[in-house]
């Protein structure tokens, strides 16, 4: 539902699509070639490849951990995301022209497909690892996740609400995936105590993301929209604001998920 509104306010109004091909021409401006290489360069290595190797580590641990059923779930969750965006994106979620804007503006990229692979493995991830070490493998793997979501906007690639709205996919799938998990048994109570002061160092700076990410691109955005600060809506801050709310969404999204595991160990053997 969450994911709907966003595609309602972002690509089926005008206000909505405004700013973001404001994003766009702001990153148009933008004569950070560096970050632009660095970016392209980032989202040139997740590929089939890329994810094949990534869903057979998730394997793996799932296999030495002899935790089947979490691992499919996890296979599940990347599966499905990943099917999901591309079918959302070819065939249900058009975008309209309601701003006349110029043809290379036009094209449809709701949700975000480099995203949802980056956010899913990640999800999986934390189906499989073990309680005591979830907090860091996922809170390392989001940050890295997280600013993937934000790279396709420095890149050029995608809107901001295509990343937001692949973020809220993820979480969907996988909140599905783990309800049907539990319903057979392969949700159970933590058992054991975690480390908290390590698990607050590495979760520390996704909080840091999230907080920055949507504070920035939040105060911007509602600035542009508004108009209570003209100079907010021009492209270079709208890019900003693009940029920001990116990041942080998907370091957002990461939280929400790793907090409805709280003190749940993931396994079915």
Known sequence: ?????????????????????????????????????????????????????????????????????ATAAAVGVVGCSLVLSEVLKRLVLGRPDLVGASPRLLDNSFPSGHTAIAMSVVFG???????????????????????????????????????IGADLLVLAVTCGCASVLAR???????????????????????????LTGLGTGGILLAGAVSGAVPAWSAPGVAYTAGHALAAGAGAAT????LGLLRRCEVCAH
Do not use: K
Request: net charge positive; charged share 15%; hydrophobic share 60%.
């Open 184 to 210: 057979f048994g392969g949700v159970r109570a933590a058992s054991g105590r975690r480390h908290r002061a390590g698990a607050l160092l590495v979760t520390g700076p996704l909080m840091f993301v999230a």
């Open 1 to 69: 539902m969450a994911g709907l509104l966003v595609y309602a306010a972002f690509v089926r109004t005008a206000a909505g699509q405004r700013w973001e091909n404001a994003v766009w021409a702001g990153r148009a401006q933008d004569e950070s070639l560096a970050a632009l290489h660095r970016a392209d360069r980032v989202l040139d290595h997740i590929t089939l490849m890329s994810l094949a190797g990534a869903v057979a580590v998730v394997v793996l641990i799932g296999a030495v951990r002899r935790c089947h059923a």
């Open 125 to 163: 991830l934390a189906l499989v690892v073990p309680y005591r070490l979830r907090a860091a493998a996922v809170g390392v793997c989001a940050v890295w996740a997280s600013f993937v979501g934000a790279y396709t906007v420095a890149a050029g690639w995608h809107r901001p609400s295509d990343v």
């Open 254 to 257: 990461s939280l929400v998920w």
